[in-house]
């Protein structure tokens, strides 16, 4: 059974940087894909990024591209988000996903993805 486990969510003031990590276990970790999306109080949820296992292959929501940056390790069955110059609007539940196969036209789709994590919190003062 996959498991994701996500960690280092917290309150952190306007500008400051964040990173957060996604445990994976229970799979064979090489074929899948690996993304994160955020849902803020009242609002649906949002793809934030994905990247391949191998991690050659990432991909942004555009509002998001230079601020976040995704990254992993195989060894480690890890994947990270670093997030920087974080604002209030960037407050949210953080999830982590994981799919087997990726169509592009679909890695923003919360839908296709197959696992999910119980999400961690990260909350930006002004």
């Known amino acids: 059974q996959v498991q994701l486990v996500e960690s280092g969510g917290g309150l952190v003031q306007a500008g400051d940087s964040l990173r957060l990590s996604c445990a994976a276990s229970?799979?064979?970790?090489?074929?899948?894909?690996m993304g994160w999306f955020r849902q803020a109080p009242g609002k649906e949820r949002e793809f934030v990024s994905v990247?391949?296992?191998?991690?050659?292959?990432?991909y942004y929501a555009d509002s998001l591209k230079g601020r976040f940056t995704i990254s992993n390790d195989n060894a480690k069955n890890t994947v990270w988000l670093q997030m920087n110059s974080l604002t209030p609007e960037d407050t949210a539940v953080y999830y982590c996903a994981a799919r087997r196969a990726l169509a592009i036209a679909t890695m923003g789709r919360g839908e296709k993805y197959d696992y999910w994590g119980q999400g961690t919190q990260v909350t930006v003062s002004s």
């Open positions: 229970g799979g064979t970790f090489s074929r899948y894909w």
């Open positions: 990247i391949s296992w191998g991690g050659s292959t990432t």
